[in-house]
């Protein structure tokens, strides 16, 4: 069975920092890219950031460039989302998924989905 897992959102003050994590399970890690998407109230689910399993290669949106880092392999087939400085507008239901290229290419389409983790930015 396929999973991914989502973890560590939760409440931060503007300008705080948070680390999400996606646990994935049940598919050949090492052939996929993993991506976080994330969804505000009220708005359309945007593309946050990927990064390919098979060569490391990474991709940010531009509104999270220099903020936020993607990484993966303290633990066995999970990554991470480093988020710092965050703000307000990063308020947001985050998910990762999971494709054969980055999954911001394939945007609703993309192979598999975790559950999402919400990220409350306070001022």
């Known amino acids: 069975e396929v999973q991914l897992q989502a973890s560590g959102g939760g409440l931060v003050q503007a300008g705080g920092s948070l680390r999400l994590s996606c646990a994935a399970s049940?598919?050949?890690?090492?052939?996929?890219?993993i991506g976080w998407f994330r969804q505000a109230p009220g708005k359309e689910r945007e593309g946050v950031s990927c990064?390919?399993?098979?060569?490391?290669?990474?991709y940010y949106t531009h509104s999270v460039k220099g903020r936020f880092t993607i990484s993966s392999g303290n633990a066995k087939n999970t990554v991470y989302l480093q988020m710092n400085s965050l703000k307000l507008e990063d308020t947001a239901v985050y998910y990762c998924?999971?494709?054969?290229?980055?999954?911001?290419?394939?945007?609703?389409?993309?192979?598999?989905w975790g559950q999402g983790t919400l990220v409350t930015v306070s001022s």
């Open positions: 998924a999971a494709d054969t290229v980055c999954p911001l290419l394939r945007g609703p389409k993309a192979h598999y």
């Open positions: 049940g598919f050949t890690f090492d052939d996929y890219a």
């Open positions: 990064i390919s399993s098979v060569d490391g290669s990474t």
